[in-house]
Nanobody
């Protein structure tokens, strides 16, 4: 049974930092591209970042480029999202995703986590 579990969300002031973690089990972790998506209230789920199987390739949404960093540790079957210089518009539920290939498309995700709330206050 595949499990994808996020942690690290919370409440932070604008300009602050948070680090999200995502642990996956029940799948060959190093065989999957991993990514983060987010969904704000009343909006569609959107792409945030993705990292290739061996971590050689990363891609970011323009809205987070330069502020967020995605990384992974295949030995621990864990992917991370370091979020710096947070803004109020970053407030959303953040979802970890496992995909057979790097993609920005929600439809390309094979497995989703349950989500973790990130709230950025002014």
């Amino acid at each position: 049974q595949v499990q994808v579990v996020e942690s690290g969300g919370g409440l932070v002031q604008a300009g602050g930092s948070l680090r999200l973690s995502c642990a996956a089990s029940g799948l060959p972790f190093s065989g999957y591209a991993m990514g983060w998506f987010r969904q704000a209230p009343g909006k569609e789920r959107e792409f945030v970042a993705t990292i290739s199987r061996g971590a050689a390739y990363t891609d970011y949404a323009d809205s987070v480029k330069g502020r967020f960093t995605i990384s992974r540790n295949n030995a621990k079957s864990t992917v991370y999202l370091q979020m710096n210089s947070l803004k109020a518009e970053d407030t959303a539920v953040y979802y970890c995703a496992a995909s057979s290939s790097n993609s920005r498309r929600v439809e390309s995700v094979n497995y989703w986590g349950q989500g973790t709330q990130v709230t950025v206050s002014l």
